[in-house]
């Protein structure tokens, strides 16, 4: 089995900042990539950030200049830092791993259970 454990969402007022870390364990032979989705209330889930194996990173526009993605590959463990928060980025936030559990197997999308991150005065 593999699990996604997120933690450090929260209440935070606008232009606040908060720090998200998902930490992926189990049966995991290699992970390719790395991101954080959103849902927010009334929306659909959308890709807020994601980085490679080798580093490479893509944001959504909307965060762009204001989030920054990090990975421990040794850990298997990643981190959202999110600063100047805006009501809008109110939403709950899940981690997404791509990986193979097996040398030869397929690779596969994994999520978290998600986390809460409120922007709110």
């Known amino acids: 089995q593999v699990q996604l454990v997120e933690s450090g969402g929260g209440l935070v007022q606008p232009g606040g900042s908060l720090r998200l870390s998902c930490a992926a364990s189990?049966?995991?032979?290699?992970?390719?990539?790395m991101g954080w989705y959103r849902q927010g209330p009334g929306k659909q889930r959308e890709l807020v950030t994601a980085?490679?194996?080798?580093?490479?990173?893509n944001y959504a526009d909307s965060v762009k200049g204001r989030f920054t993605i990090s990975r421990d590959n040794v850990q298997n463990t990643t981190y959202l830092q999110m600063n100047s928060l805006k009501p809008e980025d109110t939403a709950v936030y899940y981690c997404?791993?791509?990986?193979?559990?097996?040398?030869?197997?397929?690779?596969?999308?994994?999520w978290g259970q998600g986390t809460q991150v409120t922007v709110s005065s």
């Open positions: 997404n791993a791509n990986l193979k559990r097996r040398r030869f197997g397929l690779r596969a999308d994994y």
């Open positions: 189990g049966s995991i032979f290699s992970i390719y990539s």
């Open positions: 980085i490679s194996s080798g580093g490479d990173i």
